[in-house]
């Protein structure tokens, strides 16, 4: 089978290679072993490329990057559920380290079989997309109960696939989300997707009083940002006492520097992360998760958009795609 795979950190296009490696062994006990079709990608693959989680390298072999995407199961291993998993069908998995390879081994609690009128590549985006937006919905409400109530939430980087989802899953609750972006042109493209959505342009030197006036002059009490770096403290001055900031990624390569004028006002920063959702949840929340995830799939399939689908060879294209500015829609890596 063919993957992509590094021996080092670094600069993806530096690192990674297209390495021609032995299929799967048979799975085990518990076990399938599953045809990747689809994968999304993520900063977060990235920045495991780059060494930026606490994953050590081997001292003898190679990474693999991605953990989750869709395939059709092509082996099962004993005491895996006949009647839930079986070949031939298609499924999504998250987390199965390995998924940047053409076929993988995953534990069958991880394996969630789709409906035949969700297409591969919207059924790839529900995973962990969707498990890392209900679990900052999650963290907000048990920071502040009546979060999203009142005053909106603020998303920022409001256009990216995980800030979509998490619009979409708190219009589902009843809750209120505003968002910021980077340019106009994305916030004219978020507010045509959700009209009642506020949204407001950083690059406008006035965005916080533009703000204020679009979330109703109410001091906001959770922001949830998956950049980080030194912008978060300009979104400081807009949360009221006891507010919460939820950093869920890192996208800017500068350090979050907590301000000390949110020392007296008790605002809380916290990190949310989708590794957590093995941990942190029951069984029966991560089936309620999948399934919910799936149940919008189908019911909002336009706010699944694709940017570009490339195929497995294609990684660096791809990898530069997902990088750019702006960018519309989620970058895919195919392979029969």
Known sequence: ????????????EKVLELKTLPDPTPPGPGEVVIRVTKRQLHPGNLMMVRGKFNIPLPAHGFLIPGADGAGIVEAVGEGADSAHLQPGMRVIF?????????????????????????????????????????????????????????????LNAAGSSVARLVTIAAHRRGLKVAGTVR?????????????????????????????RH???????????????????NDFVPLLGDGAAVLLYGAMSPEPVVYPLS???????????????????????????????????????????????????????????????????????????
Do not use: C
């Open 214 to 232: 679009a979330t109703g002059a109410q001091p906001l009490q959770v922001l949830m940002d998956p950049v980080g770096g030194a912008m978060v």
């Open 262 to 336: 949110a020392l007296p006002r008790e605002i809380m920063f916290t990190g949310v992360s989708s590794s957590r959702w093995m941990q942190d949840t029951t069984a029966v929340q991560r089936r309620e998760d999948v399934a919910e995830a799936i149940e919008i799939g189908r019911a909002a399939p336009e706010q699944f958009e694709v940017a570009a689908d490339y195929d497995l060879d294609q990684f660096a294209n791809a990898i530069e795609h997902m990088e750019r500015e702006n960018r519309q829609g989620s970058v895919l890596l195919s392979s029969d």
């Open 1 to 12: 089978m063919k993957a992509i795979a590094f021996t080092r950190f670094g600069e993806p």
């Open 94 to 154: 998250n987390p199965s380290p390995g998924a940047w390879a053409e076929r993988l081994k995953a534990r069958a609690e991880f394996v969630t079989p789709i409906p035949d009128d969700l297409p591969d590549a919207i059924a790839v985006q529900m995973l962990p997309n969707a498990v890392i937006a209900f679990m900052l919905l999650r963290a907000a409400q048990r920071a502040v109960p009546d979060a999203g109530r009142e005053t909106p939430i603020l």
């Open 183 to 211: 340019s106009a042109q994305g916030a004219k493209a978020l507010s045509d997707r959700f009209p009642d959505m506020p949204v407001v342009s950083t690059a406008d030197p006035d965005w916080p009083d533009h703000l």
